[in-house]
């Protein structure tokens, strides 16, 4: 084949793969556990939208508001009863465009079937995924427009759910009808929703039928990823931060989604099923559902490991292991995956549990380990980006709770906090895709 020949094949071939559709995943929000053992911010008063935990969800429909990372033609969603004790029944499951609180932009709601059915009953400790459904607002590919707009995902618990598997922290108002008030998905206004929670329920993972060559960047670990700290409702955890500028700098050639789990750990609970934490199971524990079993993932980063010095005083040796493991785990799972380490920002002289001496010996070491290990395709410092090397705190300006208000628990960074983060980050290092296979 002659030199000309071969650039119009390989041509063809680049412009067949940019107009090639795939699934990516375009939300996330961890399941963790069993309401309500978590650790929400600022949640209201549940007491007359779920008044028994064990008994959960009752006739009733919840209103879930999220933001996808980016909008396709096609939508899927994922319902998890990872930590239920019964089988649950939904139906009436509907997403569409948020206008305001619970309601919807008219036209925009959708109704979504599973196997082509209008039900699905989920088993205790499984995960169903939805048909795709069409999104007739969607008119474009990086409709500019649609950047920040939020999706509305409802659906209807038939009878009792038993234990609500949640994510705690959504740090995002969403809507619940009261028990015994039926399906309501179906409806655009917001009328049949009056009580709000700051969590999420039942929904862990919303897909976007994408272009071929987008790259998932998965970010993964505990309260700092979770975004504890930062502002309600303003989506600038450090990962949303990143996402934005991946956005300005790529379009949409890279998606983030977060991962995040406040309180958890990377090597324990040992035996979570048996004494459930607010953290959720160990990282190590969440591998496959969180990471290998998402559409399109191409990178992760990984920040944790403070939970395992402050709540367990676990080694350096112990934290290291895991992450040793976790990493062979992915290689293992997801080919030519690049996985990136985060170091851990300072929590000296924060929680009484976080900031002793001894953690913070712990953190500097398990940070050396970090930054000079192999194992790793990059290294993001973000604790020399927060770090006040006079005090050996983070930076005083990091440090006032943007969430709630207050001085802060210098553990957590605040919005200036994981803005500070976020831009540290040498995105050369972060947006790079896969490496091809190796030619035989």
């Not at 899927?76 to 649950?88: Q, Y």
């Amino acid at each position: 084949m002659t030199r000309i020949a071969l650039l119009l094949a390989a041509l063809v071939a680049f412009a067949s793969s940019a107009h090639a559709q795939q699934w990516v995943a375009s939300w996330t929000g961890a399941a963790q556990g069993p309401y309500p053992i978590g650790n929400p911010t600022a949640q209201p008063e549940l007491k007359f939208a779920l008044p028994s935990a064990e008994q959960g969800a009752n006739d009733q429909t919840f209103r879930l508001i999220l933001r996808p990372d980016v909008w396709g033609p096609q939508a899927r969603i994922r319902l998890s009863n990872a930590f239920g004790k019964k089988p649950v029944l939904f139906d009436g499951v509907h997403v569409g465009l948020q206008e305001s609180g619970s309601a919807i932009v008219p036209g925009t709601n959708k109704p979504l079937q599973f196997g082509g059915r209008n039900s699905v009953t989920v088993a205790p400790g499984e995960s169903v995924v939805s048909d795709p459904v069409a999104l007739s607002f969607v008119k474009t590919a990086n409709d500019p427009m649609l950047r920040g707009r939020k999706l509305a995902v409802s659906f209807h618990v038939v009878g009792e759910s038993g234990p609500l598997t949640w994510h705690a922290k959504a740090l995002q108002t969403s809507y619940i009808s009261p028990p015994g008030s039926g399906a309501k998905g179906q409806e655009d206004g917001e009328s049949s929703f009056p009580f709000s929670t700051a969590s999420w329920f039942f929904l862990d993972e919303v897909d976007m039928q994408v272009a071929a060559l987008t790259r998932v960047v998965v970010c993964f670990g505990d309260s700092i990823t979770d975004g504890t700290g930062t502002t309600i409702n303003g989506d600038d955890r450090w990962p949303d931060v990143l996402s934005r500028r991946l956005h300005a700098a790529y379009n949409d050639s890279f998606v983030v989604v977060n991962q995040g789990i406040g309180g958890n750990q990377v090597a324990g609970p040992a035996d979570y099923a048996a004494k459930p934490i607010p953290g959720g199971p160990s990282a190590l524990d969440q591998l496959d559902r969180d990471i290998v079993s998402l559409p399109g993932v191409g990178t992760v980063v990984w920040l944790e490991g403070i939970n395992d010095f402050g709540a367990a005083d676990a080694t350096v040796e112990t934290v290291i292991e895991g992450y040793k493991k976790g990493v062979a785990h992915l290689r293992g799972k997801i080919p030519r995956v690049r996985i990136l380490a985060a170091t851990l920002t300072s929590a000296l002289n924060s929680t009484p549990t976080h900031g002793r001496p001894e953690v913070e010996a712990k953190r500097k070491a398990l940070n050396e380990f970090l930054r000079t290990s192999k194992i790793f395709d990059g290294v993001i410092d973000f604790d020399a980006a927060t770090l006040d090397s006079a005090t050996g705190e983070i930076k005083p300006m990091y440090q006032p709770n943007s969430s709630v208000g207050g001085p802060g628990d210098k553990l957590h960074p605040n919005r200036a906090g994981y803005a500070a983060m976020a831009n540290a980050i040498d995105l050369a290092v972060v947006a790079v895709p896969p490496a091809p296979p190796p030619r035989k």
